[in-house]
């Protein structure tokens, strides 16, 4: 369901700062009904980030803008980074939903009532 998870954004010009490849951190919760990212990005704002679901692909794309110019030394990051994740036909579109406060963006997506599988037990037989 996460194939694409661990595949980081490009951001190959700041990883010998020892940056994760991962960023932003995110955290995925899944119940029965639902799943739930929430995303940390601090020092952004709302108009700076775009979510989107076509085809059960999931992508959270955005651009922390450089805050100033004058700084003697920095190594805060600013930049583009896009991250996309395919979550398959469990979820529905139309009931997707995405907040951003205080830095924390949370994306709800609920899953249709037809695919919320249950976990079947396969018999293993003697051979």
């Known amino acids: 369901m996460f194939d694409d998870f661990y595949r980081g954004f490009d951001l190959p010009t700041i990883s010998h700062l020892g940056w994760s490849r991962n960023w932003p951190h995110l955290e995925i919760n899944e119940t029965d009904d639902e799943l739930k990212l929430v995303v940390e990005l601090p020092g952004m704002e709302e108009k700076d980030i775009e979510v989107t679901l076509c085809q059960g692909v999931l992508t959270i794309r955005g651009e922390k803008k450089l805050e100033s110019n004058d700084a003697l030394y920095s190594d805060r990051w600013h930049g583009q980074f896009q991250r ?33 599988r249950q976990a079947k037990r396969i018999p293993i037989s003697k051979g």
């Not at 469990?90 to 709800?108: C, H, P, S, W, Y």
């Open 84 to 116: 996309s994740m395919d979550l398959g036909p469990d979820v529905d579109a139309e009931k997707a939903r995405a907040m951003f406060k205080n830095g924390v963006l949370t994306i709800t997506l609920a899953k249709r009532p037809d695919t919320q």
